[in-house]
């Protein structure tokens, strides 16, 4: 069953058109890969730095492309999975904007990317439906203004499901290829333009390769130049300081700048570590008020504004409580960052569940009259050391045992193909799981990685032993299928946190 759905979604005209692409592109973006090498090991020996080569753009007088009518209201979109019932519920949910995210939303193996695929194009033609225990069949309103957009694999990821030359094409090639050329053209009728998010963007060289890969795209599908609109998430530091030269690549097919604060702050582990090295205190800790993220949010309304195109907040993942009498002071906090976004000049946010939609939509209502606010123009005058200047804080054995529950949740998740998971009243996506593993593997690595009450020390011995502790909490260990599960994914766990380098995911 499973070839069957992938012969019928890679259609001759798709398959020869990805290879088309991957003929075109495919040395190009293996070199930008090795250059981005280089760039993050220059990062990371401290030459943290605006490039020189690119001062005439940063310093010259130009806008992005205007923005079509269509896409200048956004205000808050939601972001997450391409499953049926999740693309159902997003289309349903009052958003301005679904995004359907096949990297940080999307379990990654070869069935549930095809799948995802096939349902986005339903979703598309407003042609999709599923069964609920509760609610029975439930499908798309086909009165919905709700937007589609995707948000497609990164560069240096691979897809399986295709081969040129015997070697596995780039997934974001793939995914973008793949969906426009399926109901590309049936959005543009519709939305008045195509719109795409694009993660772990780290510099404006690869801004261009995506801007001529949607330029090669529009002229296949006959489009006028523009009718694709990107959103660059802002996940890593290198992409922070080539965000103003990024727009510039992506002129013509710009429609702004997002931000990714958990992604952020796992790529500053990335870049700055060492075992003498002061480290990132508990994630809690690590809110949009940290210097780092909050330097971050106001220089991308900065230049977004300056250029002429949206700025858009970051995406929230704390639940509201079940129990409206009782509203959870995470969940306030939350609110706060919408209300401040709104005042500081975003213009939109992210959430990643349906029952934030509301709340963020008021919000933002309060304080953003009209459809957008790349009127105000803010000139804070942040600096590079200012985009990385951590935040100082504890180390909690309450932080750490939520990580590790974030952590083995994750994983046991990953093996029923589920791309996201809810624990302890937040969604976690592959950011915050990333996250959850770079502060435990930066933590057992540097000397500095000690609770703060206690001066114990985090460490290869305690890792295994907390984890098996929590475990035994959260699942019933004593059925030998879930057992073994939990073995693995702490193993992993402990693998990754232990391991010489920067852990991946």
């Known amino acids: 069953m499973k070839d069957t759905v992938q012969a019928r979604s890679l259609t001759s005209e798709v398959r020869s058109f990805i290879e088309e692409l991957y003929s075109a592109f495919e040395d190009r973006r293996v070199d930008l890969l090795r250059q981005r090498a280089e760039r993050r090991a220059s990062l990371s020996a401290g030459d943290v730095a605006h490039l020189d080569a690119t001062t005439n753009v940063r310093e010259g007088k130009w806008q992005v492309d205007e923005l079509p009518e269509q896409a200048l209201e956004r205000r808050v979109e939601l972001i997450g999975g391409a499953n049926r019932s999740e693309l159902i519920t997003g289309l349903n949910a009052g958003a301005k904007t679904y995004i359907a995210d096949l990297w940080n939303f999307t379990a990654q193996d070869t069935w549930s990317i095809l799948r995802a695929h096939k349902s986005l194009s339903g979703a598309a033609n407003h042609d999709l439906?599923?069964?609920?225990?509760?609610?029975g069949r439930v499908r798309v309103?086909?009165?919905?203004?709700?937007?589609?957009?995707?948000?497609?694999r990164p560069l240096y990821v691979h897809e399986g499901a295709l081969q040129v030359?015997?070697?596995p094409v780039a997934a974001g090639i793939f995914d973008t290829a793949f969906a426009l050329v399926k109901h590309g053209t049936v959005l543009y009728e519709r939305q008045g333009f195509i719109g795409l998010y694009l993660r772990d963007v780290q510099g404006h060289l690869e801004a261009r390769l995506w801007c001529h890969l949607i330029q090669r795209i529009?002229?296949?599908l006959e489009l006028p130049r523009g009718a694709v609109r990107a959103t660059v998430m802002i996940d890593t530091i290198p992409g922070a300081l080539e965000a103003e030269e990024i727009l510039f690549e992506l002129m013509h097919h710009s429609a702004g700048l997002s931000l990714d604060p958990q992604g952020y702050a796992a790529d500053h582990i990335a870049l700055f570590h060492g075992p003498d090295r002061a480290v990132l205190p508990d994630r809690e800790s690590i809110g949009l008020n940290a210097p780092f993220l909050r330097a971050l949010s106001l220089n991308t309304i900065g230049i977004c504004h300056r250029r002429g195109c949206h700025?858009?907040?970051?995406?929230s993942f704390i639940l509201p409580s079940l129990d409206h009498d009782r509203i959870k002071t995470e969940y306030l906090e939350m609110l706060a960052d919408k209300e401040r976004e709104a005042v500081d000049g975003h213009d939109g946010t992210l959430v990643v569940h349906e029952d934030m939609v509301n709340a963020s939509m008021v919000e933002f209502n309060k304080s953003m009259p009209r459809a957008h606010q790349m009127g105000y123009l803010r000139n804070d005058g942040?600096?590079?050391?200012?985009?990385?200047?951590?935040?100082?804080?504890?180390?909690?054995?309450?932080?750490?045992?939520?990580?590790l529950r974030t952590a083995l949740r994750s994983l046991m998740m990953r093996e029923e193909g589920k791309g996201w998971v809810i624990q302890g009243g937040r969604v976690h996506d592959r950011s915050s799981l990333l996250l959850a593993i770079r502060l435990l593997w930066q933590w057992n690595h540097s000397s500095h990685g000690i609770i703060t009450a206690t001066n114990l020390p985090i460490t290869r011995d305690l890792i295994p032993f907390m984890l098996k502790k929590e475990a035994d909490k959260m699942f019933e260990v004593s059925d030998p299928v879930i057992k073994k599960r939990v073995e693995r994914a702490s193993a992993y766990i402990v693998e990754l946190a232990t391991s010489e380098g920067v852990p991946m995911l």
């Open 165 to 167: 030359n015997e070697e």
């Open 218 to 220: 529009e002229e296949h």
């Open 141 to 152: 309103n086909p009165r919905s203004t709700t937007r589609l957009m995707l948000a497609p």
């Open 382 to 403: 942040i600096t590079p050391s200012d985009l990385i200047r951590r935040p100082e804080g504890n180390i909690t054995v309450d932080s750490l045992k939520s990580i």
């Open 129 to 135: 439906a599923f069964l609920d225990d509760r609610e």
């Open 311 to 315: 700025a858009m907040g970051a995406p």
